[in-house]
């Protein structure tokens, strides 16, 4: 079997590939997830994106069939399990903190953007703001779906990661990376917001920064971006480099643009079917630095 051979990249004394894998069938069936999630396996890939239960357990599946244990994941927590407010989840305060973001942070211009969808309501008091607390009932819980094994990496953060940022508590998210650290697992920051939370969440210290870098999709001002990037000293991860479908031709272009023009550390590359995988895996089989070997 002809494989590609992945450039490798070292994130906290672990050996990684630079291109991590998340499979998005249409279906969206463990069957589905598994069966895509083993094709990418067969063609070279050992690093895989891991966003939900369903992936989480296609890969636990992958790991045992195979007994390939040099299969990464790289789990996912939003923050928000790991916050409360007067006893409540997080989440049961939404759209208060949306529309506390909304027009307390945003800048005008980029609130339909950012919030297409927004009715804006009651907003949190500087009390509310203060009173958040970290839950760390709920967040172990989160850390015992992930055995640091073989899913050592979590992506923290989401949407609420930059919400959090926004609102001055990144307090918050210190204390999610030091029991992210206690349990043995090394904590990536996951973002939305490049431009406006990567500079914030810098002191978090942790391995690495997930942000979307994307030419043809960017909420924010695209060159503004790229020179954060080119500043920002500590490992970049890039999400979703190829949203909005890129064609074929283009991906070559994509990942050049990102590891050759940003340096970013590495990518996380979304794909649906056996047909636009081989399209990816096409594309990066023209950067130089990817060269196939043969299995023995």
Same mark, same amino acid.
């Given at each position: 079997m002809i494989l590609m051979h992945l450039p490798t990249a070292i994130l906290e004394k672990k050996r990684i590939q630079r291109v991590i894998f998340s499979v998005r069938p249409t279906s969206h069936s463990i069957q589905d997830i598994y069966s895509l999630m083993e094709k990418v396996y067969e063609m070279g890939a050992n690093c895989f994106s891991l966003p939900t239960a369903r992936h989480l357990e296609s890969f636990k599946a992958l790991r045992e069939s195979t007994q390939d244990d040099t299969l990464i994941g790289f789990g996912h927590i939003e923050a928000e399990?790991?916050?409360?407010? !007067?006893?409540k989840p997080l989440h049961q305060f939404e759209s208060k903190i949306v529309s506390t973001i909304a027009r307390n942070?945003?800048?005008?211009?980029l609130v339909k953007k950012l919030f297409p969808v927004l009715s804006?309501?009651?907003v949190l008091t500087q009390k509310e703001i203060d009173r958040m607390m970290f839950d760390p009932s709920r967040f172990h819980q989160s850390l015992s779906l992930f055995p640091p094994q073989g899913v050592p990496f979590l992506m923290i953060g989401g949407k609420y990661g930059d919400?959090?940022?926004g609102l001055g508590r990144s307090d918050l998210l210190k204390?999610?990376?030091?029991?992210?650290?206690? &349990?043995g697992f090394i904590p990536i920051?996951?973002?939305?917001?490049? !431009?406006?939370?990567?500079?914030k969440a810098k002191p978090l210290e942790m391995a690495a920064y997930a942000i979307p870098i994307n030419k043809r999709k960017s909420l924010f001002d695209l060159t503004q971006a790229c020179n954060i990037i080119k500043k920002f000293d500590k490992p970049v991860i890039s999400l979703d480099p190829l949203a909005e479908g890129a064609p074929p031709?283009?991906?070559?272009? =994509?990942?050049?643009f990102l590891f050759n023009d940003l340096k970013i550390h590495s990518?996380? =590359?979304?794909?649906?079917?056996?047909?636009?995988?081989?399209?990816?895996? &096409?594309?990066?089989? &023209?950067?130089?630095?990817?060269?196939?070997?043969?299995?023995t």
């Open positions: 399990r790991g916050i409360s407010l !007067t006893g942070i945003v800048p005008p211009e804006v309501g009651e919400w959090l940022l204390e999610m990376v030091s029991e992210t650290r206690g &349990k920051f996951s973002s939305q917001w490049a !431009t406006s939370s990567l500079p031709g283009e991906t070559e272009e =994509a990942f050049s990518a996380i =590359a979304e794909t649906s079917s056996e047909e636009e995988l081989h399209s990816l895996f &096409k594309g990066l089989g &023209k950067i130089p630095s990817l060269i196939p070997f043969h299995k």
